[in-house]
C-alpha cells in the first residue's frame, strides 16, 4: 500500500515538472511569412533598420493549464481509489498480504470476483452509521452473500430456491439430527426474518457453504444458539477453537488494538467465533465460523475428506464479513 501512494505522489510530480517543462505556443503577435496579416511587397526604406520584434512573455495557455490541473486530479483520484480498495484485493486476489489468519507466502488463498455491495434503498442507512445504531441490513439479504470463487462448480448441498432463500427445517440440516428440534422452536421466539444461502464444490473436493440469517434486531442475534463450542454439526460431534485463528487476533490486537483488526472489515475481533473439528476426526474434516454484524449472523462450514486447509476458511470468512460491515 505504502508502494502505490508513493507511485500516486510521484505521478502527480512528474506532471508538475511535464507543466514546467512543456514549450510554450507561439504568441498571437508573431507572425510566419504566409501570414496574410503581412504582406510580401510591402518595402522598407534601405537607411532605416527593421527593428525585431519584442521576445514574447513565456505564459503558459490557459487551456494547457487546465489540462495539467485535471491529469494532476485525476492522478490524486486513482491514488485515493487504489488505497480504498487496497484490504479487499488483498483477500480477493491470491497475492501475498498480511490479513489475519493468512500467511504472507503463497498459500493456496482462493481467487474471489470483486465484492460489491447490493444498492440499498433510497435513504436507507448503512449499517454502523450513526443513525443506524442496531446495525440494521436494508439490502437484499441475497446481495449480501458472498460469492462463489473462480474454478468452483455450484452444487445444491445448501437447498435454495431461486432468490437464494433457504427454509429453516434445510438450514437445520447441517447441525445433528437430535439438536435441530430445539434450535426450530429458539427461530419462532427468537424474531428468525429469513435464511438464504450458497454452496460450491472446489475441484480439491472442499465443498463450502454459507448462510445469513437476518433478524427482526441485533439482541434477537445475540440469543442464537446455533454457534458455540457447544455447537453440534452433521458429521461433527464435537469442535473445538481454531487456534491459529486465536493466535492470529491475538497478533493483530497488539497493534490495531481492541476495535478491530486488518482485512476484517469492520467487525471487531469479538465477532467473529471460529472452529474446527476436535481430532481424531474421520474421513471428512469440518470446520465452523461463524460471523454477526448488527441483526444478521453468517454462519461458514466448510468440509473435505482428508482434512482441510486453513487459509481457503479464513478468508471465506473475512470477506464474507466485509460483505456485511
Not at 474421520?282 to 482434512?307: A, H, I, P, T, W
Request: hydrophobic residues 35%.
Amino acid at each position: 500500500m505504502t508502494e502505490q501512494n508513493t507511485t500516486g505522489v510521484e505521478s502527480a510530480t512528474a506532471l508538475d515538472a511535464t507543466a514546467e517543462a512543456a514549450p510554450q505556443d507561439a504568441s498571437p503577435q508573431d507572425a510566419s511569412p504566409q501570414d496574410p496579416a503581412v504582406p510580401h511587397d510591402t518595402a522598407v526604406p534601405h537607411d532605416t533598420a527593421p527593428e525585431p520584434d519584442p521576445a514574447p512573455a513565456p505564459v503558459a495557455p490557459k487551456d494547457r493549464r487546465k489540462l495539467f490541473a485535471a491529469l494532476r486530479w485525476t492522478a490524486a483520484v486513482l491514488v485515493f481509489a487504489v488505497v480504498g480498495a487496497g484490504t479487499a484485493y488483498g483477500l480477493v486476489q491470491p497475492e501475498r498480504t498480511k490479513i489475519p489468519g493468512l500467511s504472507t507466502l503463497p498459500d493456496g488463498r482462493w481467487t474471489y470476483p470483486s465484492l460489491a455491495k447490493p444498492e440499498l434503498p433510497a435513504g436507507a442507512p448503512l449499517p454502523g452509521a450513526t443513525d443506524n445504531p442496531d446495525g440494521t441490513h436494508y439490502a437484499a439479504l441475497s446481495g449480501l452473500l458472498l460469492p462463489a470463487p473462480e474454478g468452483s462448480r455450484p452444487d445444491d448441498v445448501v437447498k435454495a430456491d431461486k432468490d437464494g432463500k433457504v427454509e429453516p427445517d434445510a438450514f437445520l440440516e447441517e447441525y445433528a439430527p437430535d439438536d435441530r428440534a430445539k434450535l426450530k422452536e429458539g427461530f419462532e421466539y427468537e424474531g428468525l426474518r429469513q435464511i438464504t444461502g450458497r454452496s460450491w464444490t472446489m475441484p480439491d473436493g472442499t465443498r463450502t457453504r454459507v448462510y445469513l440469517l437476518r433478524f427482526h434486531s441485533s439482541s434477537f442475534v445475540d440469543t442464537f444458539r446455533g454457534c458455540g463450542i457447544n455447537t453440534r454439526l452433521t458429521g461433527a460431534d464435537s469442535l473445538s477453537v481454531d487456534l491459529s485463528w486465536s493466535k492470529a487476533k491475538t497478533e493483530q490486537y497488539s497493534t490495531v488494538g481492541s476495535s478491530g483488526f486488518a482485512g476484517s472489515g469492520t467487525l471487531s475481533s469479538s465477532e467473529f467465533s471460529l472452529y474446527e473439528e476436535a481430532k481424531p476426526f474421520g474421513d471428512e474434516q469440518v470446520r465452523f465460523g461463524c460471523l454477526q454484524m448488527g441483526d444478521v449472523q453468517g454462519v461458514v462450514v466448510q468440509s473435505r475428506k482428508g482434512g482441510l486447509p486453513i487459509i481457503p476458511f479464513h478468508q471465506t470468512v473475512i470477506l464474507q464479513s466485509q460483505l456485511l460491515s
